[in-house]
């Protein structure tokens, strides 16, 4: 039986200024350089048979220190990606909110299936992030990290959970965060905690 650790990417300046970066190639800051020192030590004690990774630069950047500690290779899977927000982008939340007037009000009444312009829906994102998922667990044994997203950990822990009422539900996820879960061979899973940080302290 696998155990997942589920860890966001260190912070970005994009994180810093609250831009969305969706699946944009944003390297990770120097505070970001630094979580991801501190989650590989925090880690180095915990004996990882794999490590997964976003192909996006700051989930490689974080997860390149984890499987060189643990002498594994770094393996990237495309599907652990965050959510392409499309003409969101680039922009603050507020920001887009006034250019995509529309497109904003469709998302606030439909947010798992509505799309932002050019963009990916909830929807999208939980199936490949579940999908992902499933296969790492089901392909591993032992403790693997997986290192992506905030809205991509979230849409698959959700997924693994069965938990459908987003927005009502939601995890925090911060930068560099770990979130730990166990799927056994029939597919259910036990959570043993989200968004861990005191390693950053």
């Known amino acids: 039986m696998p155990s997942l650790y589920l860890i966001r990417h260190g912070r970005t300046e994009w994180n810093r200024l609250w831009r969305i970066q969706g699946d944009m190639d944003v390297p990770l800051d120097g505070e970001g350089r630094r979580q991801a020192g501190a989650l590989a030590k925090a880690l180095e004690a915990v004996p990882l048979k794999a490590v997964y990774a976003s192909p996006l630069q700051r989930a490689v950047e974080t997860a390149s220190a984890l499987a060189v500690a643990h002498g594994v290779p770094l393996q990237l899977d495309p599907r652990l990606k965050e959510r392409n927000w499309g003409a969101y982008q680039g922009m603050r939340r507020e920001e887009a909110a006034l250019a995509y007037a529309e497109a904003e009000a469709d998302l606030r009444a439909d947010p798992r299936t509505a799309r932002p312009p050019g963009g990916e829906s909830f929807a999208d994102l939980s199936q490949r992030a579940e999908a992902a998922l499933r296969e790492i667990a089901a392909r591993e044994e032992g403790s693997v990290a ?52 005191d390693h950053l302290a």
Not at 154 to 173: C, D, H, N, T
């Open 146 to 197: 997986i290192v992506c997203h905030g809205g991509t950990i979230v849409a698959g822990l959700m997924a693994l959970l069965g938990l459908e009422s987003w927005p009502r539900i939601r995890f925090v996820v911060d930068n560099a965060s770990i979130s730990l879960l166990d799927v056994t061979p029939d597919g259910r899973v036990v959570t043993h905690y989200v968004n861990r940080c």
